[in-house]
């Protein structure tokens, strides 16, 4: 059974590119293990030419990507790979006129693989990697293993509420996240993300009263200004003249209320720019309940992972 280390999303890990012994190539067609090359030329058949540790091989049209992925069909689907790596599995070699090796490749064959993988051994609740492969005013396209593209929902990314997943993301970008839901009869994938991002109780404890840290301002009401502390912990300013939706800003901490859930800020400037990189309280596992709120207070943003219907997607 192929192990799950081989449904890492296409250039998630550095690409090896140490030349290897056609004994080891030989051995890779008989296993069908899931390899991973560079793309480097679509020719006029729409065939992909790749390089992989030191062989040329080629990947043809329909062998490209699986229709009930992202449509064979479109050719679009076949150029976009071009100048990017691709996994798939060796499937034969032949010599060319020059006499040197020439591998056939599938990149189906591998997207087949780790669909039913996922269909089949990854229940709602597993934390999976990922990477950004597309960003939509509804939320991130995630190639979650091989090509096989879920969809992370905008609500879904972080408790604090942003506009776009541009504003939490960015293409090629590695991420975790964790499957939501699963379309078997359809092989559709929705994530969530905030839920490993940490509770109220995880984020509030990285700062305390009377501190004076950056933020970004994620909402203006006429009450007052929500600041983003970390993507899953947010405060509350008063209004201040001249600032605006996206600002970084300074802000001093005046209070933490756990009980409350509330944290009271102080705008004090603007700040310079700034995008830390997410920090995962989860990493792996199966998440089976997560409760954002601290003990005590009206429950918000909890989930529980859904029951999981082992019988065959066509049953």
């Known amino acids: 059974m192929m192990h799950e280390n081989l449904l890492w999303p296409e250039g998630y890990a550095p690409l090896e590119t140490a030349p290897l012994p056609f004994s080891a190539i030989q051995s890779m067609i008989d296993s069908q293990e899931i390899v991973e090359g560079m793309a480097v030329r679509c020719d006029g058949r729409k065939n992909l030419h790749i390089t992989f540790r030191g062989y040329e091989g080629i990947i043809p049209r329909e062998e490209v990507i699986h229709p009930r992925i992202s449509g064979a069909e479109k050719e679009i689907a076949v150029l976009s790979r071009v100048g ?7 499937t034969g070699c032949t010599v060319d006129g020059g006499g ?12 087949e693989q780790a669909l039913d993988f996922l269909l089949t051994a990854y229940p709602p609740g597993t934390v999976v990697r990922g990477r950004i492969t597309h960003l939509a005013p509804f939320g991130a396209f995630v190639d979650i293993g091989c090509g096989v593209i879920a969809l992370l929902p905008l609500e879904y990314i972080s408790i604090s509420r942003i ?5 939490r993301f960015s293409i090629g970008q590695r991420i975790r996240a964790v499957i939501r839901q699963t379309d078997r009869a359809a092989c559709r994938f929705t994530l969530t993300h905030r839920e490993l991002l940490g509770t109220w109780l995880e984020n509030a404890a990285l700062f305390a009263p009377g501190e004076t840290v950056t933020g970004r301002v994620r909402g203006v009401k006429d009450y007052g200004v929500f600041v983003e502390l970390t993507p899953n912990l947010s405060g509350l300013a008063d209004l201040r003249p001249g600032i605006q939706l996206g600002d970084p800003v300074t802000v001093h901490i005046r ?18 720019d700034m995008n830390a990189p997410l920090t995962y309280y989860i990493t792996d596992g199966i998440l089976q309940h997560w409760q954002y709120a601290p003990p005590g207070c009206r429950p918000a943003y909890a989930w529980t992972a859904p029951p999981w219907d082992l019988e065959p997607a066509d049953a």
Request: without cysteine.
């Open 255 to 272: 209070s933490i209320r756990p009980e409350q859930m509330k944290i009271k800020l102080q705008i004090l400037q603007h700040a310079d």
């Open 163 to 167: 506009q776009h997943p541009a504003q």
């Open 84 to 90: 990017r790596s691709v996994r798939a599995v060796i």
């Open 100 to 111: 040197r090796p020439l591998l056939t490749l599938s990149r189906r064959k591998a997207q």
